[in-house]
């Protein structure tokens, strides 16, 4: 039918619906034994399974267990070295399924056994026939035989009783899982207990090597099985045998535990390990339960030693489902009784097993009630704490059990082992447990303590461990307040002609007193002394706010703040602008203010205002047109940061027209007479005298002046304004005629070095003065000043764009972006970018891969570029890419520097790697020093990389604590690893060593 979906049951019975009906009857059983109170009494108690369909005799419900009514039958009979009927196979019901079709319980039967030979051992056995009928290896006749000496041991000098084992007589597994079956086994007499495949058919009829392929682990009696092969029904047969020491080779006695398995195929939706969870209150796996004379134990949750009823399964929520346990032992019970429950749900899916052993007549140890120390209201400071047991017979726990601190709104804060003898202190002869916290204890905060089940435990039998507390109420404290009151007063540190100040206290307060001081030292009581505090019209200097609050306790704390008033506002200076008369179509400003300021500029012409993005160190604004004569002004606003502000102008016409020059006659001209040409170096401060002999024409008359010029051709650069950046001589040749004029056009290339700046532009007409002009030649030069606007590039970064790609074993970044010359110019020279990124560890950005920029790129030309880049495993987390261009300037003519950063938001990139996790340890249930020790552990890939062709190594070693590990002791149980584990797929590894022999503790 349809699953249930359930995510946590508490001790949940076994519900399903089976199909099947079949003529076998026989499910299985386990037999165990131990010397009566007469010579050769042997007392056997077994618990046996059927199918009730078959006969009435195995019927089993609710009022057959709670009425103790006697079912079942068979002979249990001799088979070496005694002779005859020992007893019939009567039981009381304990368990049953009538979906499964199958009833469970317990019997007992005391005997007088009468050895041929007291020197060997007795054999008595339970056989029939038949097992169900549908299994896939085997099946028919059951043998189930049991071995067991009837003389005094030489190491006890007392007779010798079996093991014990316990087992549900059907175990399902999931289809295409690994699973591990651990059969629970114990032994009275403190032996050690160890496990085999039942081998013979005297041991185990029809179905010996039942389960084929499947691996048991003799020491833990632990069965592994990979159920890759056919599913359905399966027989287990094992032999459970105590032995005197770990060397020991011949068993003191064997039993048989006979089960059967059945593999199903799971619903689509269900994986491998979706099982369910059991949830408080059920007891812990392997828990050793105490229950004092006369007490009954009631409200656990599920399956049954003789004595105990379950009600019928109920639901407590939509996700929790629970079995209500009632046990009243019987005179039959004996005192140690192993309890095993899981829980299925109804689609087949079977969850873990628990087991525990419930002591008859034990009392375990408990914390007196009353006995906590300190209570009620502590100091923060507080670490020490203790509680009274109910008894001097106890020990330290051996699960892993901690002592629980939490605040009041359920926080866990602290977690002790209660294994960790530095923080755990036991003193039977008081009585006394005294344990020890790290926390710091918060005040005005209130905090309480749980216990684990089993801190302590028992010095008995398997030794009865303590009772969990969840109880809230058990142990509360309350924490004390010794702390001042907390006061935060929340106001700049400069301020304007208007003062105020905001403050939080973290308490209630019985008073509060604030003063001011004023510049002249004067102190004046603020009243009201509420918050906000503001204040008008102040003059410019020091401000000092105090205050002092006393909190309910008493505790007293005094805060002051102290603040400049500033009225001046900031100073802003031109450091750069446009020429008064410009032909650029770009303004480029830049200024300096003399305060940390914000700065709000407009552009205003006489029918129109723009809104300008400027920042605290200048704009470069483009034009909206090239018209000539028009003025522009430029409107900035500066503000200091408490708001003084200052407003600057600035106005520049714009000339985009060509210059015309015109030359005119003048009435007097002058005739080159001489040149003298100068070779040779010339000291600073020296001189030199020339003496020349000149022929003056014949045909001139009057007075004229003698000019002597130096430097004609501007070889020599002068101090001054006077520096030609660049010349250009032309020549002219034939006539020209009275009132004749001619016109030539130049060119001239402006180099980048030469700034944007005012220039005078100098055309002379014959500069050698070849010609002689009878009248004025003053007149053959005209000067006119030019304005030179450098056409310079400027590249902007724009639309970068960055995408994550995952892939199976590796992380791509696709990322694309463009690069606009927004600039007038194209740019020189080749020049390299960088793609940059920034990790959460790193407080700087490192280059991921540089490209180079185009060469020539010309004005208001787009290029795009796009990458695929393999990132490093070390890039993830909350990453930052950045892309930077044109790096130096010089070379590519960007002046600007506008734009060349792009930066991209942060993305979170995950963590790409393999994780390897240990995810089960089996271990054996007792170890004894000096003995050999098995441990199996398997190891999952839970992270998101497989590994391939890896080596690694594995190590068990031996710690004290439970925390922070550290090894105490070298076991040589390193393990090299090598292997392809791919994601979430397991191994598993086994390792033998021996533990010497004056080990001893937890």
């Not at 507390?469 to 509360?476: E, L, V, Y």
């Not at 006393?550 to 008033?565: F, I, M, Y």
């Not at 390897?916 to 050999?932: C, D, E, F, N, P």
């Not at 070693?957 to 922070?964: A, E, F, K, Q």
């Amino acid at each position: 039918g349809e699953m249930i979906e359930v995510q946590r049951i508490i001790w949940c019975l076994l519900f399903t619906a089976v199909s099947e009906v079949e003529p076998s009857h026989f499910r299985g059983a386990i037999i165990t034994w131990k010397p009566g109170e007469n010579e050769n009494e042997v007392i056997i108690d077994f618990r046996i399974s059927w199918r009730m369909s078959d006969n009435r005799a195995f019927k089993c419900d609710d009022d057959v267990i709670a009425n103790g009514t006697i079912i079942g039958g068979g002979d249990i009979v001799c088979d070496g070295n005694c002779y005859g009927i020992i007893g019939q196979l009567f039981y009381r019901c304990t368990d049953y399924s009538i979906s499964e079709d199958w009833s469970s319980g317990r019997g007992r039967i005391t005997e007088t056994i009468n050895p041929l030979d007291i020197f060997k051992p007795i054999r008595f056995v339970f056989t029939g026939n038949a097992w169900i009928s549908t299994l896939n290896n085997g099946g028919g006749d059951w043998n189930l035989r049991v071995t067991a000496f009837l003389i005094a041991r030489n190491d006890t000098n007392t007779i010798n009783s079996s093991p014990t084992a316990e087992i549900a007589p059907i175990v399902r597994l999931q289809s295409g899982c690994n699973h591990t079956i651990t059969v629970p086994v114990g032994d009275i007499d403190g032996d050690i207990v160890r496990c085999r495949w039942a081998d013979t058919p005297e041991e185990c009829g029809g179905v010996c090597n039942g389960l084929p392929n499947a691996e048991l682990d003799n020491v833990t009696c632990s069965i592994t099985y990979s159920t890759i092969y056919e599913t359905g029904w399966y027989a287990v047969a094992i032999q459970v045998e105590d032995f005197a020491t770990f060397s020991s080779v011949n068993a003191l006695s064997s039993i048989p535990v006979q089960f059967l398995v059945f593999v199903y195929t799971a619903n689509e939706n269900e994986t491998c390990g979706q099982y369910m969870v059991f949830i408080n209150p059920t007891p812990p796996d392997d828990a050793c339960i105490g229950i004092p004379k006369g007490h009954v134990i009631s409200e656990i949750k599920t399956t049954s030693p003789l004595g105990m009823t379950k009600s019928r399964l109920y639901q407590i929520s939509p996700s929790e489902w629970a079995v209500n346990i009632t046990y009243s032992p019987t005179n039959e019970s004996g005192v140690s009784n192993v309890f095993c429950f899981n829980a299925k749900e109804s689609s087949g899916l079977e969850g873990p097993k628990r087991c525990v052993t419930l002591l008859t007549g034990v009392t375990p140890p408990a914390i007196v009630e009353g006995s906590q120390s300190p209570t009620s209201a502590v100091n923060p400071d507080q670490r020490t704490w203790s509680l009274v047991l109910n008894s001097t017979e106890f020990t330290r726990g051996t699960r892993q059990s901690f002592i629980n601190l939490f605040s009041d709104n359920n926080t866990l804060m602290e977690s002790i082992p209660a294994s960790n003898r530095e923080r755990v202190f036991l003193d039977q002869n008081n009585r006394t447990l005294t344990f020890f916290t790290t926390t710091s204890l918060m005040e005005k905060q209130t905090y309480y303590f749980t216990f684990d089940f089993g801190i302590v435990k028992g010095v008995t039998h398997c030794g009865a461990e303590s009772p969990a507390i969840d109880n809230h109420s058990f142990w509360r404290i309350t924490i004390r307040d010794i702390t001042p009151p907390r006061i935060i007063l929340n106001s700049p540190s400069v301020s304007n002609s208007t003062g105020y100040v905001l403050w939080n206290i973290n308490e209630e307060v019985l008073s509060v007193i604030c003063k001011l001081t004023r510049p002249n030292v004067s102190i004046e009581t603020v009243f009201p002394c509420q918050s906000p505090w503001e204040e008008h019209m102040l003059d410019e200097g020091v401000y000092i706010f105090s205050m002092t609050a006393t909190d309910l306790e008493g505790n007293s704390a005094t805060e002051k703040h102290a603040w400049t008033v500033d009225t001046t506002p900031p100073v802003l200076t031109m450091q750069r602008t446009p020429p008064t008369i410009s032909n650029s179509t770009r303004a480029n400003f830049q200024w300096t203010c003399t305060y940390p300021c914000t700065v709000a500029c407009n552009v205003m012409t006489d029918n129109q205002t723009y809104q300008v993005n400027c920042n605290i160190q200048g704009v470069v604004w483009r034009l909206p047109s090239m018209d000539s004569n028009v003025t522009y002004i430029l409107d900035i606003s500066a503000m200091d940061t408490v708001g003084n502000e200052i407003r600057v102008q600035y106005s520049w016409i714009t000339d985009f027209g060509k210059p015309n020059i015109t030359f005119c006659d003048k009435e007097r001209s002058s005739k080159r007479l001489a040149d003298v040409l100068h070779n040779g170096d010339m000291d600073k401060q020296h001189n030199y005298t020339v003496s020349r002999a000149v022929n003056i024409p014949e045909f001139i008359t009057g007075d004229y002046f003698i000019l002597v010029e130096t430097d004609v051709f501007d070889k020599v650069l002068t101090s001054g304004s006077n520096e030609i950046i660049a010349s250009l001589l032309r020549f002219h040749f034939g006539g020209l005629s009275v009132d004749e004029t001619y016109t030539s056009t130049v060119t001239f290339y402006v180099v980048p070095a030469l700034p944007t700046d005012k220039y005078t532009l100098h055309v002379t007409t014959d500069i050698r003065n070849e010609l002689f002009e009878y009248s004025n030649e003053a007149n053959n030069e005209i000067t006119q000043q030019v304005t030179v606007q450098q056409a310079l590039p400027e590249l902007s970064v724009e639309d970068f764009n960055v995408t994550i790609i995952y892939e199976a074993n590796r992380t791509l970044l696709n990322t694309d972006w463009s690069v606009h010359n927004v600039g007038t110019g194209k740019t020189l020279s080749i020049q390299w970018f960088y793609l940059l990124v920034k990790t959460p560890n790193q407080n700087y950005f490192t280059v991921l891969r540089t490209y180079r920029n185009k060469i020539g790129h010309l004005p208001n030309e787009t290029y795009h570029i796009s990458e695929t880049i393999h990132l490093p495993f070390t890039v993830y987390g909350d990453v930052v890419f950045r892309l930077t261009t044109d790096l130096d300037p010089l070379s590519s003519g960007d002046g600007y520097l506008l734009d060349d950063v792009k930066t991209h938001s942060t993305i979170y990139l995950q963590l790409r790697a393999a994780d390897l996790t240990i995810t089960a340890v089996m271990l054996s249930k007792y170890i004894q020093a000096g003995k050999g020790v098995s441990i199996t552990y398997t190891v999952q890939n839970v992270g998101s990389f497989d590994i391939s062709s890896t080596k690694w190594t594995d190590r068990i070693y031996i710690s004290d604590t439970i925390g922070n590990l550290q090894a105490i002791l070298n076991l040589n149980t390193r393990l090299a690893v090598q292997t392809d584990l791919k994601k979430q797929k397991t191994y598993t590894k086994t390792i033998g060593f021996s533990l010497p022999n004056e080990m001893s503790g937890q």
